[in-house]
């Protein structure tokens, strides 16, 4: 089975399969959490693992915003759908932008593609380095070990004239690590119906030790229940004034 083919093969479906998620509300609410928690002067915003870039289309015209991703065929997308931004080929694990930021957001989940603690503790390391004293990062985590529901079957369809897409997912779990194994058909006018399997790996991290890797990394962090989604939470992480 292909690695995450829907970063790369199927990008351009992607904004089809997640047709149901409401970037400009979800921006709404991380822009409160930004007034309420930042505590630096400036407007820079990074979005790490910002996809097709819907969020920064959303934030580009109050902030001056970079987004970075590890996967071309979705930065491709993502310039065109937020223009004006700048787009940055890098892995959150190790990338190095030679600039500090007010915000730092890694949303929808990202943060599990690093699979495991040793990774976790070098990107939120990584993101200290990147942000200004007083400045905020925002994490949407996946789920932890206890949340995640392994086996239970999944289905996503999108349907209009043109395209359908239906995508039929299992799961299971193997150590700390949760395998989603998807399953896409996808019909498109005068293309035929194609099939396309594609396997996610994401690390189940708990919330307590997420929170003390952001604490011992300098940030005074919260853990909000009330997320974007309702199932996943959200962290909050401040970077002390007392760290350069
Ligand atoms: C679920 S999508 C979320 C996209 C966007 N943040 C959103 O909310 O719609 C996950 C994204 O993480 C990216 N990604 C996965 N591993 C990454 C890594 N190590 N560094 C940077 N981006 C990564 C993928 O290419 C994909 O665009």
């Avoid at 989603?180 to 994401?202: S, T, V």
């Amino acid at each position: 089975m292909k690695n995450q083919v829907l970063y790369k093969e199927l990008a351009k479906h992607y904004d089809l399969v997640y047709h149901w998620k409401d970037y400009k509300k979800e921006a709404d609410k991380i822009k409160k959490l930004i007034s309420r928690y930042k505590k630096s002067d400036g407007k820079e915003l990074l979005d790490v693992a910002c996809g097709t870039g819907h969020h920064l289309s959303f934030f580009k015209n109050s902030f001056s915003c970079t987004g970075i991703d590890i996967n071309n065929k979705m930065l491709k997308i993502a310039k065109k759908n937020a223009k004006k931004v700048v787009f940055r080929r890098a892995n959150m694990i190790n990338f190095s932008l030679n600039k500090k930021f007010d915000v730092i957001l890694c949303l929808f989940s990202s943060i599990g593609y690093v699979k495991t603690y040793l990774n976790l503790k070098r990107t939120i390391n990584n993101f200290a380095r990147h942000l200004k004293q007083g400045g905020i990062v925002i994490i949407e985590p996946w789920f932890s070990k206890p949340k995640f529901k392994a086996g239970m079957p999944g289905m996503t369809t999108y349907d209009s004239k043109y395209i359908k897409i239906a995508r039929l997912n299992d799961s299971k779990v193997k150590n700390n690590i949760s395998i989603l194994d998807m399953h896409y058909l996808i019909a498109e006018k005068n293309k035929g119906i194609k099939h396309f399997a594609d396997r996610h790996e994401l690390g189940l991290f708990d919330i307590k030790k997420t929170f003390n890797i952001m604490e011992n990394f300098g940030f005074e962090t919260k853990f909000l229940r009330g997320g974007l989604m309702k199932d996943r939470g959200i962290f909050i992480g401040i970077k002390s004034y007392l760290l350069s």
